[in-house]
């Protein structure tokens, strides 16, 4: 009897700290928000959000999406699910760096690199089609022997990244490195 008793009493404390529902209307195959009541600096509809997402690495193996993408998408997933208005947040990505870079590569180009199908193509196709600025550093993919034809539609290719990144800071983002 005393068995089962502690056993009733572990599954009911188990199910008390049940990982909460993470909420992710644009962006299902990233972090979404998870609502936590009374927490300070909670998202306010009535605040203007600017971010740039400094996109330097790659997964860390292939088949994993970029961090700095399943971040930013978390961060879209949260605003929209706070109900921040689409005016009040502006979300840009900056990539720079060859890991990243790839994460921007065609569903063939990737394949072939890679062997396994690209996971950031929906990702990055669902932020772009919420408003989300995608840029790519066109100095890094000259570099690393990158054709721009190979690239996803969703990807704006920018002359210089870190340029980019400064006039996005000018213009009052804050720069998130990842």
Same mark, same amino acid.
């Given at each position: %009897? ?5 056993? =009733?009493?572990?599954?009911?404390? =188990? ?5 909460? @529902?993470?909420?992710?209307?644009? $962006?299902? +195959? ?20 600017? %971010? $740039? ?10 088949? +994993? ?8 998408? =978390? +961060?879209?997933?949260?605003? $929209? ?11 840009? %990505?900056?990539?720079?760096? =060859? ?10 180009? &990737? ?14 196709? @669902? %932020? ?6 995608? &840029?790519?550093?066109? +100095? ?39």
């Amino acid at each position: %009897m005393l068995k089962i008793i502690l056993a =009733s009493s572990m599954l009911l404390a =188990s199910a008390a700290y049940a990982a909460p @529902e993470q909420l992710r209307p644009v $962006v299902p +195959e990233a972090d979404g928000w998870i609502d936590i009541p009374g927490a300070a600096l909670r998202p306010d509809p009535n605040t203007t959000y600017r %971010m $740039v997402f400094d996109t330097r690495k790659g997964g860390a193996k292939p088949g +994993e999406l970029v961090p700095a993408i399943n971040l930013a998408a =978390s +961060e879209l997933n949260t605003f $929209v699910a706070a109900k921040v208005p689409k005016a009040h947040y502006k979300i840009a %990505m900056v990539f720079h760096g =060859s890991g990243a870079d790839d994460g921007l590569l065609d569903n063939a180009h &990737y394949k072939a690199k890679y062997g396994v199908d690209n996971p950031n193509l929906k990702p990055l196709a @669902e %932020m772009r089609a919420a408003g989300v600025e995608i &840029y790519v550093c066109g +100095e890094q993919l000259i570099g690393d022997g990158i054709d721009f034809k190979w690239l996803t539609p969703d990807v704006t290719v920018a002359n210089d990244g870190l340029l980019a990144l400064t006039v996005f800071q000018n213009n009052g983002y804050a720069i998130l490195t990842f």
